[in-house]
């Protein structure tokens, strides 16, 4: 199938990688744990390429839980150990920890304040920004938004939430609208869902 969708240039023509840019990427997402989940994945990132993590994605929600916050506070060293044998996943003693602390940093935020979505969403003042790039050296790395949830999640006990990480997960998950004018799916993602 000849694919003629004009859209950003970043996913090339790899299938996975295109079903991301086309269905996932930048889409509002305002689900508690679905947000956990990215974050961490994005912490994943660091330091790689995103299709990277993407090829991995199933292997890592195995490998974690499905990432349920409540069971990955519970990991314990020789769970750690046990990660660290995945070749499922980035096998970083760093990266691996974050999750685990994280998860923990993530209950204890609900437990004190309530809505985890809530809380990150306040940094776009509760609705997505749109941006109108027409070509991608125009997009930056990072934002004021991403280094003020940079900061803040670092004060709430989290880490691998650099401002570089924060800017990428707030593309991802529709909080930044970064696709370009002309990409099929700059119109879909630039007009918010009506929330229930």
Aim: proline share 5%; hydrophobic share 35%.
């Amino acid at each position: 199938m000849n694919d003629k969708k004009q859209r950003c240039p970043w996913p090339g023509t790899d299938p996975l990688y295109v079903d991301y840019h086309d269905n996932v990427w930048g889409r509002p997402v305002y689900d508690d744990r679905e947000l956990f989940e990215k974050l961490c994945l994005d912490g994943q990132q660091a330091g790689l390429a995103w299709i990277t993590i993407l090829r991995k994605l199933d292997t890592y929600r195995q490998a974690y839980d499905q990432f349920e916050p409540t069971l990955i506070a519970q990991y314990d060293e020789a769970k750690v150990e046990l990660l660290l044998q995945d070749k499922g996943i980035v096998r970083n003693r760093l990266k691996v920890n974050s999750i685990i602390r994280n998860a923990k940093a993530y209950l204890a935020y609900q437990q004190n304040h309530g809505s985890f979505s809530d809380f990150l969403w306040q940094f776009v003042g509760g609705e997505p920004i749109v941006n109108h790039w027409t070509e991608m050296s125009q997009v930056p790395a990072t934002s004021v938004e991403s280094d003020a949830m940079s900061k803040a999640l670092k004060q709430a006990g989290f880490n691998f939430v650099g401002s570089t990480i924060c800017y990428a997960f707030m593309q991802a998950v529709g909080m930044i609208n970064d696709h370009l004018v002309d990409c099929h799916c700059y119109h879909q993602c630039a007009v918010p869902p009506k929330t229930p």
